[in-house]
């Protein structure tokens, strides 16, 4: 019998690479990803003052990074938009607590137009970043940073436009109440956005690139971590001591309070008397706590003189002043000297509230509404200090804490304490009061600086240049202190490298995302290129 000769194996087929993973397919489903985004702009309202889970913060970035990973430009659009709408009517719910809700809606919606807009350039980002290796270095190192100036260049985009912006809601404040806030003074608000956003942009990234069977690509988020958490408040030079006395009257301070001229400036003067024959290099009354101009009303010049002769000290106060055609948000030092008298306007008057622009189009919308602000305050180019002696005081007026470069010229003047004026009288006993005051205690830290931030109705408090509140007087109580503030001199690196950080932050912004997606373009056209060639190969 024959043996049958052994049937040959077929060739083996040629070994193939083994493909390296990539985050290519990585990606919610739309409905899910538009649920996590209403949820993360839910938990960063509750980051933010008055609640202030500073954790929070970060839970809220990576959810929303996760969401716009593989969105189209309009996925992008809605889900970016439904952050913003749930965070910003949540946040700002106290802009209709008087004038109703088309005003609160109008700007709530606007910022989350906006904000959805800001979500398409991270989502391109992940989309043409996405073909590279998920444990790649461009992936671990490369991608958080790219996504951290995305972000953060829609904070500064959002601050500055329209209108002179609303840079109210910002990541880096959230953290004013935690272990994290002392890294402002080094890193500026808007350099503490980024940084955050950094290190929850790499925990996405070691999430894709297979979470905990990689623990080594945690080391970015690890990294950044620790350099927030141990940096230490930069220190500025103790140079004295300074006794400011602070007013809060509770005046009829409101756009619809009852009231007849002289009656606010009648409140402060009463609230201020038991001040009187006590020590103080300074009295400082809050915004709006003269309702007549001085520089024009002998009788309020007249009041203001009595004022200052009793108190034995210089009176900075706050008045609607003109000169000219155009009128002014003003704090003026009031002194017995009319020759020592000085003065700053305000630099920021708030759109629709001092000032309406456009004002033929918006009153062929909402005629009852713009037409109640009666007064057109013109922006103030004196710099933001006064001098007290030999003591430089930096000012703020209201909403101008919001504004970086206000702080940082005050400080840059010579500012060694700051005082911010304020007026909260038609917000009074909402949150408005509690997110301004957040600010300020963040520019105490940002700058080294003591602040005394007093307000016609409150909270007004005086905080400690680490950011402590050592003093304050509650909302709707009529109160006077005179609190003793350390002086400091010195600049932060915040206050010193925080203009040019803004301004890369929006270059490297724009740069990084060209050159992605010139990268990006180019590798899909040579994959094409390589599939026409080699009709086997497969991506």
């Known amino acids: 019998?024959?043996?049958?000769?052994?049937?040959?194996?077929?060739?083996a087929a040629p070994e193939q690479e083994t493909p390296r993973r990539t985050v290519a397919a990585w990606s919610l489903p739309v409905w899910a990803a538009v649920l996590a985004s209403a949820a993360a702009g839910l938990l960063l309202d509750l980051a933010s003052a008055p609640v202030?889970?500073?954790?929070?913060?970060?839970?809220?970035?990576?959810?929303?990074?996760?969401?716009?990973?593989?969105?189209?430009?309009?996925g992008a659009l809605l889900v970016g938009t439904v952050f913003g709408a749930v965070f910003y009517t949540t946040h700002l719910v106290w802009v209709g607590e008087f004038l109703g809700p088309v005003p609160w809606l109008a700007l709530a919606g606007l910022e989350a137009v906006l904000f959805g807009a800001g979500a398409v350039p991270i989502a391109l980002a992940y989309r043409w970043t996405a073909?590279?290796?998920?444990?790649?270095?461009?992936q671990l190192l490369a991608v958080p940073p790219l996504i951290g100036v995305l972000w953060t260049?829609?904070?500064?985009?959002?601050?500055?436009?329209?209108?002179?912006?609303?840079?109210?809601?910002?990541?880096?404040?959230?953290?004013?109440?935690?272990?994290?806030?002392?890294?402002?003074?080094w890193t500026s608000v808007t350099g503490l956005s980024l940084l955050i956003v950094i290190l929850c942009a790499s925990v996405v990234q070691w999430i894709r690139a297979?979470?905990?069977?990689?623990?080594?690509?945690?080391?970015p988020a690890v990294s950044v971590a620790a350099l927030l958490v141990i940096a230490p408040q930069f220190p500025t030079a103790p140079a004295g001591e300074f006794r400011v006395g602070w007013v809060q009257g509770n005046g009829p301070t409101g756009y619809f309070d009852d009231k007849v001229p002289g009656d606010v400036l009648a409140a402060q003067t009463a609230a201020t008397v038991p001040l009187y024959g006590q020590p103080m290099d300074l009295l400082a009354w809050p915004e709006g706590g003269v309702d007549a101009d001085p520089l024009s009303d002998p009788a309020a010049a007249e009041a203001l003189d009595r004022v200052?002769?009793?108190?034995?000290?210089?009176?900075?106060?706050?008045?609607?002043?003109?000169?000219?055609d155009d009128v002014f948000n003003t704090s003026l030092l009031w002194t017995a000297d009319p020759t020592g008298r000085q003065w700053h306007d305000k630099v920021n008057p708030v759109p629709f509230g001092e000032y309406v622009p456009d004002r033929w189009f918006y009153e062929l919308i909402v005629p009852d509404l713009v037409g109640l602000i009666q007064r057109e305050y013109t922006p103030g180019s004196s710099p933001p200090l006064v001098q007290v002696g030999d003591v430089g005081v930096g000012l703020a007026i209201c909403f101008?804490?919001?504004?970086?470069?206000?702080?940082?010229?005050g400080a840059r003047a010579g500012a060694e304490v700051f005082v911010f004026q304020t007026n909260n009288a038609d917000f009074r006993g909402t949150d408005e009061n509690l997110q301004q005051l957040a600010f300020a205690r963040m520019r105490a830290i940002e700058t080294g600086r003591a602040v005394v931030n007093v307000s016609t109705v409150g909270t007004s408090q005086v905080i400690t240049p680490d950011g402590t509140t050592v003093d304050s007087i509650g909302v709707d109580t009529v109160d006077a202190s005179i609190t003793t503030v350390p002086l400091r001199t010195g600049l932060t690196p915040a206050v010193i490298l925080g203009p040019w950080l803004t301004a890369l932050i929006v270059l490297a912004a724009a740069g990084a995302l060209t050159a992605a997606g010139f990268s990006h373009r180019a590798r899909t056209r040579a994959a094409a290129a390589d599939r026409s060639t080699d009709p086997g190969r497969h991506p």
């Open 153 to 185: 260049a829609r904070e500064v985009v959002m601050g500055a436009w329209p209108y002179s912006g609303f840079p109210w809601a910002r990541l880096g404040m959230t953290q004013v109440g935690g272990p994290l806030a002392e890294a402002v003074s």
């Open 1 to 11: 019998m024959r043996t049958p000769l052994p049937t040959p194996a077929p060739a």
């Open 308 to 324: 200052v002769r009793s108190a034995g000290a210089p009176l900075l106060m706050n008045a609607a002043t003109t000169r000219g």
């Open 400 to 409: 101008d804490v919001i504004y970086d470069a206000v702080i940082w010229d």
């Open 52 to 74: 202030g889970w500073w954790p929070l913060t970060f839970v809220s970035v990576t959810v929303a990074l996760v969401a716009l990973i593989g969105r189209s430009i309009g």
């Open 131 to 138: 073909r590279y290796p998920a444990r790649g270095l461009v």
């Open 210 to 219: 297979g979470g905990i069977r990689f623990m080594l690509g945690l080391h």
